[in-house]
């Protein structure tokens, strides 16, 4: 079966601007969860959505914010960039609560010049 | 609240020797524990996790850990080491109740050497 896709693999971006990062999960996984890794902090929890509900959120201001979709796909969106948000950022799904383990996308690289 | 620490940042081995990658947590309830590892530029692929049972795991390509209760510890181990196990490799810990946030180790690179 298809792996966690995420698209675009690479964005560039500049300060101020937004973006949005899609996620489609394993057919059947009805969690999403999102994630940035970055070499300093390792990896920070975003949210999760489980069946278009937010289940759980991380420590992240505002600006961070996702949805879930009927057919379980996310998207996050970053407004407002900062240079400090440029980092992977992983999408995982699963499917209910974890217990099985989380299948990661290969992410999406986020460049903020 | 859980924690979890990777006691190693880095572990530089030979090929084809063991290694032990160290993993404790903190928490005061039951626990889910596992493990994944990260190749260059991809996602985290899950090596292996301790739900309940038996305390030792075995996962994919020839790791196993062990799951010690009275140390809190999960400790990643294989016998013999490839070139191709260069990678990152990260613990996590969930709650075993209803908030399955997992919280994640900072993670250790393993550098396999000819």
């Known amino acids: 079966k298809a792996g966690v896709t995420q698209t675009p693999r690479y964005l560039i971006k500049t300060r101020g601007q937004q973006v949005t990062l899609s996620c489609s999960p394993i057919?059947?996984?009805?969690?999403v969860s999102w994630y940035q890794q970055t070499p300093g902090q390792g990896l920070q929890f975003l949210f999760e959505?489980?069946?278009?509900?937010?289940?759980n959120k991380g420590n992240f201001p505002g600006r961070f914010s996702g949805r879930q979709f009927s057919n379980s796909r996310s998207e996050m969106n970053v407004s407002t960039l900062e240079l400090g948000d440029s980092a992977l950022y992983l999408c995982?799904?699963?499917?209910?609560?974890?217990?099985?383990?989380?299948?990661f996308g290969s992410g999406t690289r986020l460049t903020v010049v | 609240a859980q924690s979890v620490t990777q006691l190693d940042s880095q572990v530089p081995v030979f090929e084809e020797a063991p290694v032990e990658l160290r993993c404790n947590y903190s928490?005061?309830?039951?626990?889910?524990l596992f493990w994944y590892v990260q190749y260059p530029n991809q996602g985290l692929q899950l090596l292996l996790k301790?739900?309940?049972?038996s305390t030792l795991v075995k996962g994919i390509n020839g790791f196993e850990a062990e799951f010690n209760k009275s140390q809190t510890s999960f400790h990643l181990r294989k016998p013999s080491v490839h070139i191709s196990d260069t990678a990152e490799y990260f613990c996590?810990?969930?709650?075993?109740?209803?908030?399955?946030?997992?919280?994640w180790g900072l993670g250790t690179s393993l550098a396999v050497n000819p």
């Open positions: 996590a810990v969930s709650d075993a109740g209803n908030n399955r946030k997992l919280i």
């Open positions: 301790y739900l309940s049972g």
């Open positions: 995982a799904s699963t499917l209910l609560q974890g217990e099985d383990g989380y299948t």
């Open positions: 928490s005061s309830v039951s626990v889910y």
């Open positions: 959505y489980f069946s278009e509900t937010q289940r």
């Open positions: 057919s059947g996984h009805r969690s």
